[in-house]
């Protein structure tokens, strides 16, 4: 693994989830890495796989749960469609066995990723996908899950900030789709904002592939 980028689809295009990143990621930079992996996802940590695991990341940032994973001794590949936060994650995270990949839900290809995950993480990202987009993406991650693999969804919930693309979505809407897609609900928990906003809240969920889940497409 390296912290190379690689294409993942053949025209991935603009995509609307990503709007106001690139203008702000110098702030981002310092916001995403001022918390760690473990006060993010504190909630779930026992869920994560505890040996080496294959592990997707979808719209990883700065790296900081992919770098946090990595040093765990997971295989990890991490998608982030926004250039600038890319740049920022290998200053950031320089040496980090991260293998980047400018892909984007909810077609999410991995043409030079292939195969299937241990484990998807996808923090702070649902949100940004409108219904039809966020059903063609649970079916996409259900179908990148091994056997008994683990999809965790971090869910963002208040005011839009300027300039982004978001979407109200709850965790029990995302729940229920997962269980359309044969993903049941391990664990589902809210927490307050961990940067002092009283105005916005988080949602994490786990979803589970049963252990007879279908093969990839």
Do not use: K
Not at 13 to 38: H, I, S
Not at 94 to 99: C, D, K, P, Q, V
Not at 117 to 123: E, I, N, P, R
Not at 187 to 196: A, I, N, P, Q, V
Request: proline letters at 4%; glycine letters at 8%; a negative charge.
């Amino acid at each position: 693994m390296s912290d190379r980028t690689v294409a993942g689809g053949d025209d991935i295009g603009p995509a609307r989830g990503t709007a106001g990143y690139a203008e702000a990621a110098d702030a981002l930079a310092l916001q995403y890495e001022e918390v760690t992996f473990e006060e993010v996802h504190r909630d779930v940590l026992s869920l994560v796989p505890a040996g080496p695991a294959r592990v997707l990341d979808i719209g990883a940032g700065t790296g900081r749960d992919a770098a946090a994973l990595a040093a765990s001794g997971h295989s990890v590949v991490a998608v982030e469609p926004t250039a600038e936060l890319r740049a920022h994650a290998r200053r950031i995270h320089a040496g980090s066995a991260i293998e980047w990949v400018d892909d984007v839900l909810p077609s999410l290809a991995l043409h030079r990723c292939p195969g299937r995950f241990d484990a998807v993480f996808a923090t702070a990202v649902w949100m940004h996908l409108d219904a039809a987009e966020r059903e063609q993406a649970m079916a996409r991650i259900a179908a990148l899950l091994v056997p008994g693999g683990r999809f965790f969804v971090n869910l963002r919930h208040g005011p839009v900030p300027d300039g982004r693309h978001m979407f109200d979505v709850s965790a029990a809407e995302t729940a229920e789709l997962g269980a359309t897609h044969g993903l049941r609900t391990l664990l589902s928990s809210e927490r307050s904002d961990l940067h002092g906003r009283d105005s916005v809240r988080w949602s994490s969920l786990v979803l589970q592939a049963s252990d007879s889940h279908h093969a990839l497409d």
